[in-house]
């Protein structure tokens, strides 16, 4: 009989729910320190476009809009852990078509991220802050709305709860996030997909590493409750996401 690796697919079913019933704590390549700029650019690259395929984009505008009050003309929208801007420039296109004047900012700890953002975003006015998103304090001037996208699930649970705090007191309207959901399709599918079409070895590592790492809803559900995040909304997202939603 042959034998069936630890990864393989064709395992039963509740073996591979067994392995996805917590969130895994292996690290992602990307979370070094060390990485060549080179690897890290090709890895952004590639994730703008899983995320315009997939349908990334179109759940954070889906948050947008859950948060943008009623004829609003004028907003104020902050990403933390934004990489490459890609999810700002969504934003900045969507409040173009809808003539909404919007003023962007968008905090990264690396550096050399924030750099091929502002040059691959010419035409995208934005703040580009270089910074531990949680040592920043917003109290003097909030943003009107805090996003983050695919960020979360780099975190344990108890640095989440430190983060959810720091999204609630530094957003004037509200905060989403957009983030894995933990699965095993979600997490063979992606594996190989980005066996067979990636040419990043950080995304081939990476991604289903994140999926590990994601989240399914009553965990999003406690970490909100526990944080003192009341009401939220929560809400699976095609293709195994998750929006969270907090309006003050």
């Known amino acids: 009989m042959r034998h ?21 704590s292996k690290s992602e390549l990307l979370d070094a320190d060390d990485i060549p700029f080179d690897d890290i650019k090709l890895n952004m690259i590639e994730l703008d476009k899983i995320n315009h395929l997939l349908g990334g ?5 889906k948050g947008i809009i859950k948060l943008i009050p009623e004829n609003c003309k004028k ?10 801007g890609d999810n700002l420039k969504v934003i900045h296109d969507y409040c ?4 909404i004047q919007v003023t962007l900012t968008g905090i990264d700890i690396k ?12 035409d995208m006015p934005c703040n580009w802050i270089c910074s531990d998103y949680a040592l920043i304090d917003f109290s003097d001037q909030p943003p009107d709305i805090i996003f983050s996208s695919l960020f979360c699930h780099h975190f344990t649970n108890a640095q989440l709860l430190k983060m959810l705090t ?7 309207i ?14 063979y599918s992606i594996k190989w997909l980005t066996r067979f079409f990636s040419k990043s070895d950080l995304v081939k590592n990476d991604a289903p590493v994140s999926v590990e790492r994601g989240f399914i809803k009553n965990e999003w559900e406690s970490l909100c409750a526990e944080a003192g995040i009341k009401p939220v909304f929560i809400q699976w997202q095609w293709a195994f ?5 907090y309006t003050k």
């Open 174 to 187: 509200g905060f989403f996030i957009n983030d894995l959901h933990r699965h095993p399709l979600a997490y």
């Open 75 to 84: 907003l104020t929208v902050c990403e933390i852990g934004c990489g490459g």
């Open 4 to 24: 069936l690796g630890q990864d393989s697919p064709w395992k039963p079913f509740w073996q591979h729910m067994s392995k996805f019933s917590q969130r895994s």
């Open 241 to 245: 996401r998750h929006l969270i939603v």
């Open 111 to 122: 550096k050399s991220c924030l750099e091929y953002a502002a040059e691959k975003n010419t």
């Open 166 to 172: 720091w999204l609630q007191h530094q957003s004037r």
């Open 57 to 61: 984009h179109r759940i954070t505008v």
């Open 96 to 99: 173009l078509q809808n003539n």
